[in-house]
């Protein structure tokens, strides 16, 4: 894969949030494509006893959610933690991973967030950018917003507000577990990025790609050789 768009990640917070604010109006709203036939997901993890970020990328086809790639990368943090502007601590080695992807996904799934952000653009929404891909941000909790009650059954869903908007929503995936919330990254819309989360997801909370992703970067903060390209002609490793 190749961005279409590039910055430098070696700026101050200052910079980077008037990057955010530059690069939002790029977003597009639109429905997630018809035809799906491989779709990326990804996770990374801190370790701050030693200053590194793990990251991790997978690449599966859809809908059987075999293994075509995996790739993985370790390295040091250059920038501070500062609420609003995760992505630049995450996103540098995230890039690098997509870069070296052979086959490149019609939908990314990023475990983060897209518009469900303070200034509506979020690592999701700023890596689609970049790479002008379709995609869509999914994460544990609410970084900004509120919504109301969810029933317990798979599929109930909620909207994410935030300053009297719909920035999101809150999505079980499975009966009785705690919600996912997802958001619009780029070249996607609410109502097909929650259709497509829920079809990627197996027998777990997360979906299928971001599972994985977290299990890959796992592996690889644990030193593990986790680079491979089997082409799709392997189910899942874990």
């Not at 303070?118 to 869509?136: E, K, M, N, Q, T």
Request: glycine content about 8%; charged content about 20%.
């Amino acid at each position: 894969m190749k961005p279409v768009r590039i910055h430098s990640w070696n700026v101050s917070p200052g910079e980077a949030s008037a990057i955010q604010m530059n690069l939002r109006d790029k977003i597009t709203i639109q429905p997630l494509p018809d035809e799906i036939h491989l779709v990326a997901g990804t996770n990374v993890s801190h370790d701050p006893n030693t200053n590194t970020i793990h990251a991790a990328l997978v690449i599966l086809r859809f809908p059987g959610m075999e293994l075509v790639e995996r790739h993985g990368l370790s390295e040091e943090i250059t920038f501070p933690y500062v609420r609003g502007i995760l992505a630049f601590r995450e996103a540098p080695p995230i890039m690098k991973l997509m870069k070296r992807v052979r086959h490149s996904p019609n939908v990314v799934l990023f475990h983060s967030h897209g518009l469900s952000h303070p200034r509506r653009f979020g690592l999701a929404s700023h890596l689609g950018v970049l790479f002008d891909v379709p995609s869509v941000g999914i994460a544990d909790r609410v970084l900004v917003g509120l919504h109301d009650n969810i029933d317990s059954e798979k599929g109930h869903h909620a909207p994410l507000v935030h300053n009297d908007e719909d920035v999101g929503l809150a999505l079980r995936t499975k009966d009785g577990v705690n919600p996912v919330f997802v958001s619009v990254g780029h070249k996607a819309d609410l109502l097909t990025a929650m259709e497509f989360t829920l079809e990627c997801v197996t027998h777990y909370r997360r979906p299928e790609p971001i599972r994985q992703a977290y299990l890959t970067v796992v592996a690889q903060r644990d030193g593990e050789n986790i680079d491979i390209d089997v082409g799709g002609d392997q189910t899942t490793l874990f």
